[in-house]
């Protein structure tokens, strides 16, 4: 009764000197989003003519995925491009040691891929797919992680694009496969639809899609020609994505573009998952790509710093102010602190219930009753994911750590010139 009581005796002025967290945040970031899903979102264009003339080539590139490779494959053979077999499908098989290459070996006899490439040692995702890339013949390739599996019109929606001949790049819509798998992954299944199926459809409304996902994107071949294709980083999926924006070329999300992907089933997975993907923040953005933001470079461009304000902002100060919140008001408010906290964890419940909602509406195929699991998912990623990020951005910048990442082969990483 007296968090209540406290509540109610501020008034604006001292809602928002209390909630200052919030104020400078949260309320512009969904305000932004707010204003894209009205104005900008209904007025786009879901069936653009098809560019049919285009040829496409598919790069599946993994280490030890025999289990998977060949679901991976069947849903390639299913696609609607497919008929009349315009689509070439090349498989690297990245040095694995289970029955991955002889799964792709006897895949091609039965003529369901078309080239086999083999790294004798493992040499990382952006060597494999490189190797693939070497092979491709079409117009338009498609990289895709081989836990991947599509809508069988999923690569008509992303060619819709190419159309465009400023269109460098176009990522999919994905969500999650294994999404009741257990609680971990349910709430990973909202995350999904509320940062893809929405987040990606308002950043792609304003020009300032920054990644086009390495799980499922599609690439005109000349754009990866001309930018070098993919660098040995481990945000290599974020980096490539930043050299086309830089190169001038153009980025986009296909929201009826679906695929389904398997999300980490146990902790310890989700935590490594992220911490990779946060260290990149830094490696990529903050180091590789800083001069972006130099406007006496000849690539200069404003949406290019509008994307690096969107990740300064929403990514990087978001997260390193929240324990430095939390101090202050335990501060300044002793035990009621807690009445502001659990405040702010209910108006995150309902900006994520409005948020879902809309997803809902611009194209997710996440079954609505998942809106059950969304005071699981607000936890999560208010007292878990927030916090991965600031420890990722301390290995990252005290240590270096994505330089000494698995992901990456030591061998490999260490031919690398560090930034």
């Not at 493992?122 to 990289?143: E, F, Q």
Request: aromatic fraction near 10%; glycine fraction near 6%; charged fraction near 20%.
């Amino acid at each position: 009764m007296q968090a209540i009581d406290f509540l109610r005796s501020l008034d604006a002025a001292s809602l928002v000197q209390i909630f200052w967290y919030t104020a400078v945040f949260e309320i512009p970031r969904y305000t932004i989003g707010a204003v894209a899903m009205l104005f900008t979102i209904p007025l786009r264009r879901a069936n653009l003519p098809i560019e049919t003339e285009l040829t496409v080539s598919v790069v599946l590139a993994g280490n030890n995925e025999a289990k998977a490779l060949r679901a991976c494959v069947a849903s390639l053979a299913e696609q609607t491009i497919n008929i009349g077999g315009a689509m070439e499908v090349i498989v690297v098989d990245d040095g694995s040691t289970d029955q991955m290459f002889e799964i792709a070996q006897a895949l091609r006899r039965e003529g369901k891929i078309d080239e086999t490439l083999r790294l004798e040692h493992r040499g990382g995702k952006s060597a494999a797919i490189n190797l693939g890339l070497s092979a491709c013949t079409g117009d338009v390739i498609v990289i895709s992680d081989l836990d991947t599996t599509f809508d069988r019109d999923a690569f008509a929606h992303l060619l819709n694009y190419f159309g465009d001949p400023q269109v460098g790049a176009v990522t999919g819509n994905i969500g999650v496969r294994n999404a009741f798998s257990n609680l971990l992954t349910c709430q990973q299944a909202v995350e999904y639809a509320i940062a893809i199926s929405l987040g990606r459809n308002i950043k792609d409304s304003f020009g300032t899609l920054s990644v086009v996902s390495g799980a499922f994107g599609a690439f005109r071949r000349a754009a990866l020609d001309q930018v070098g294709r993919q660098d040995t980083e481990v945000g290599e999926d974020a980096d490539l994505t930043l050299k086309l924006r830089r190169a001038g070329w153009s980025i986009r999300f296909a929201p009826h573009a679906h695929a389904l992907t398997d999300a980490p089933e146990t902790l310890s997975a989700l935590i490594t998952q992220r911490l990779r993907w946060d260290r990149s923040i830094i490696t990529i953005w903050m180091r590789k790509f800083r001069g972006a933001l130099d406007p006496r470079q000849s690539i200069f461009r404003l949406t290019d710093v509008a994307v690096f304000v969107d990740v300064i902002i929403f990514q990087i100060l978001l997260a390193l102010a929240f324990p430095f919140y939390l101090g202050w008001l335990y501060y300044h408010l002793g035990q009621l602190a807690w009445v502001i906290v659990a405040a702010t964890m209910l108006g995150y419940m309902v900006l994520s219930l409005l948020s879902f909602t809309a997803a809902q509406l611009v194209g997710t195929k996440a079954p609505f009753y998942l809106v059950l699991y969304l005071p699981l998912y607000t936890f999560v990623q208010v007292s878990l994911i927030r916090f991965v990020r600031i420890v990722a951005f301390a290995q990252e910048i005290i240590f270096r750590r994505s330089y000494r990442d698995s992901y990456v082969p030591a061998r490999v990483m260490s031919q690398v010139d560090i930034v």
